[in-house]
């Protein structure tokens, strides 16, 4: 049966359409509605439980910093966080990263921050439409023109149109899985995502250090993949795991098997507890397609080391607005009327988010054995964690090759492997900030960056 059989259609026509009510989707509907644009915001959750979901609750400083959205304040902040370990599968010889401005953050409440960013949207103008599914996309002529919905009290299926859809619908992704468009990227390889588990822990003891993030990699704790220990507060935690999907991997099983054996979590009070997916690679290749615009966690921009979307989520939302406005006002809601959001997003975010894929692949290709003593021999630094964090190059300077070489002489092929990924993460930069003026021009950029990923020797990328 069609998505559009016995529908009901609402005359009412906005400008933007944002399918999702999520940090990324609040925001872009805020932007939108403040430009002047006549916005509706949906979302499938109540008014009151929108802001709640199962993650690591972090984000940094910087991303308020560099995308002008108001610090969270007050109830909205669960805990500080200036710094983190990172630990290697023997959870010895960890890296210690504090006085690195990047990581200068917070754990959130994200029901009240959810709640909040819900707010301004509305304040600014956007009309919210909760406890409403999405179904699908309406695609007439190749543009999608709207959005098919279901009431999920009354079960009355209707249809809203408008000039661009924003589809900020999470990894669920309803809209973007939907749409047949030569520029749009709708699977996602399954060792791409993340599965997780993760409890919200009250613990009995005030924390050692409790603005300090613990990061564990790898191991039989947790195959391929990391646990984080995220403070909220003086005596209590955001902590789970994450494995890659796939595999056969039981998030919860390992996860419950951990907390058993980590003195800090044995026997605590857990508050709350839920799994969940996370994508965890680049980008989608394209953020737009005729009258339709992807952010947050549906167009995969998501740090791959950790899997935090909320800051780069809420930078795309501005610009995603932005853009709406700008292809309104030109009358061109077309992939190339909406370009300009690819070179916004790509040039910047994008590139550092795909730098990070390379390095997520090289932390997954290397054994336990090599991560212990590339982390004991220092021949990854705190200096390139950053680096690659901010999407830089890994430091390989013909001095700093030369100690390397002699510190990790035994692991040779090891050090080879980090200088030949260091190597592709240069080149996906660069890509990246050189992405196409003109669609004409993604397929021939497109290559090139598979080819960057090849030369890696860490890539599935075909």
């Not at 994200?110 to 709640?115: L, N, T």
């Not at 991997?249 to 026997?267: S, V």
């Amino acid at each position: 049966m069609s998505l559009r059989s016995e529908t009901v259609i609402i005359m009412a026509e906005y400008d933007v359409i944002v399918v999702g009510a999520g940090s990324a989707g609040s925001v872009a509907a805020a932007t939108a509605a403040k430009l002047g644009l006549k916005t509706i915001l949906i979302d499938q959750k109540d008014k009151e439980t929108i802001g709640k979901k199962v993650c690591g609750d972090e984000v940094s400083k910087s991303h308020f910093d560099e995308s002008g959205v108001k610090y969270p304040e007050g109830d909205e902040i669960a805990g500080v966080i200036s710094g983190a370990i990172i630990y290697p599968p023997s959870h010895e010889d960890p890296l210690v990263l504090h006085g690195w401005k990047e990581f200068a953050g917070w754990t959130l409440n994200r029901h009240e921050f959810g709640q909040r960013l819900l707010a301004e949207a509305i304040a600014a103008g956007a009309e919210l439409k909760h406890s409403t599914n999405v179904l699908g996309p309406i695609i007439e002529d190749g543009f999608v023109k709207g959005v098919i919905c279901r009431d999920k009290k009354t079960k009355e299926k209707f249809e809203i149109r408008g000039k661009i859809v924003i589809d900020a619908s999470g990894f669920a992704s309803v809209i973007r899985k939907r749409v047949n468009h030569p520029l749009v990227e709708k699977e996602v390889d399954p060792r791409d995502v993340a599965i997780c588990w993760r409890d919200i822990i009250e613990l009995d003891k005030p924390l050692e250090d409790p603005e300090t993030a613990i990061v564990i990699l790898g191991g039989k704790t947790a195959p391929k993949g990391y646990v984080w220990i995220f403070p909220k507060g003086p005596k209590r935690v955001n902590a789970g795991l994450g494995v890659p999907g796939g595999m056969g991997y039981n998030p919860r099983k390992f996860w419950q098997e951990f907390k058993e054996n980590y003195p800090m979590l044995k026997g605590q009070k857990v508050i709350e507890t839920g799994g969940g997916s996370v994508p965890v690679r680049r980008p989608v290749w394209s953020l737009v397609a005729d009258g339709v615009m992807f952010v947050g966690d549906a167009a995969l921009q998501v740090n791959p080391i950790h899997g935090g979307g909320i800051g780069a989520g809420i930078r795309a939302a501005i610009m995603a607005g932005e853009t709406a406005k700008e292809a309104i006002d030109k009358g061109d809601v077309s992939h190339k009327g909406l370009w300009s959001y690819n070179l916004k997003f790509m040039r910047t975010m994008g590139k550092r988010l795909a730098s990070l894929d390379v390095f997520r692949l090289l932390l997954q290709d290397v054994s336990d054995e090599d991560l212990n003593f590339g982390l004991k021999k220092r021949i990854l630094e705190e200096e390139d964690l950053m680096a690659a964090n901010r999407g830089d190059n890994i430091n390989m300077t013909l001095i700093t090759k030369l100690k390397r070489a002699i510190r990790g002489m035994p692991k040779v092929g090891l050090l080879l492997k980090i200088k030949k990924a260091a190597n592709a993460m240069n080149t996906i930069a660069h890509l990246y900030e050189n992405y196409p003026e003109n669609p004409e021009d993604l397929e021939k950029w497109k290559q090139k960056v598979i080819q960057a990923y090849k030369d890696s020797g860490v890539s599935r990328l075909k």
